[in-house]
């Protein structure tokens, strides 16, 4: 009666001694071991900026000391994105490259999983009231090549951490663009011009769809998507990335 009684704790206990051994958990960044799943070691989640407020209103940029209700950053004040709200987890600076980088070419999709827990919880302002997720689309081309889209793996893991649903296919990329990685910021937006569109016989009408990549730099890429969603109908576009380029003296 005894061992009845124990037998399935005594189990529980060693399968539970079994997974720690084979999978301790690992530091996200470099793969030393830490105490939590998803988690970063001491040094790296040092190394790393996570945005917090106070910060721009409409595109997030973590101000140094707080401005007061509804403030908006310079950039924001000059001219309105076509989207309305954008918010970002972490800098993306030399730091957070790697993890970023780890996601896009190492075939790390378990990674996607963890960033998209910490989108969910960063972008709680861009994501109230959403109706969709819509993944900044790769060209037919590149997906091929590598497989999968890292930002709509992103959207799925916002999803699974109870974010709305994803409209991956929604937004398609009409022409191969140059990498932006060497230009700047005009050659970007031009880059960048009509190179997107809705699929034919999806409607954002009426809807509230936030916009999801992996970085934001010169932010062209977001703004030429807001406009196609924009005019297409949407009635409010945001804009939530893994990470974002915060230019020096900004
Ligand atoms: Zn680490
Ligand atoms: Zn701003």
């Known amino acids: 009666m005894q061992l009845v009684a124990t037998l399935p704790t005594a189990l529980r206990r060693l399968g539970r001694a079994v997974v720690d051994g084979v999978l301790p958990p690992r530091c996200l960044a470099c793969g030393s071991t830490v105490d939590n799943v998803d988690a970063l070691c001491g040094s790296c989640w040092a190394a790393i900026t996570f945005f917090a407020p106070p910060c721009c209103a409409v595109c997030g940029l973590p101000f140094p000391h707080p401005m007061g209700e509804g403030a908006v ?112 910021p005009l050659a970007r937006a031009r880059n960048v011009r009509g190179a997107f569109a809705l699929r034919p016989g999806r409607s954002v009408k009426g809807r509230r769809v936030v916009l999801i990549d992996d970085v934001l730099t010169t932010g062209a890429t977001a703004e030429e998507c807001a406009r196609v969603l924009r005019r297409a109908g949407a009635d409010y576009v945001g804009v939530l990335v893994l990470a974002r380029a915060v230019r020096v003296g900004s």
């Not at 970002?88 to 996601?103: E, G, P």
């Open 73 to 184: 950053c310079g950039d924001c004040a000059r001219q309105h994105p076509s989207w309305d709200r954008a918010r970002s987890v972490l800098r993306y600076d030399k730091h957070s490259r790697r993890l970023v980088l780890m996601l896009k070419h190492g075939d790390q999709t378990h990674l996607a999983g963890a960033f998209g827990r910490w989108m969910q919880r960063a972008g709680g302002e861009v994501l109230a009231g959403a109706d969709l997720l819509v993944p900044v689309p790769l060209h037919w081309t590149r997906l091929f090549v590598r497989r999968f889209n890292q930002s709509a793996l992103l959207a799925r893991a916002i999803h699974g951490a109870g974010g709305p649903p994803v409209a991956a296919d929604w937004l398609v990329r009409r022409r191969r663009t140059p990498s932006q990685g060497t230009l700047g």
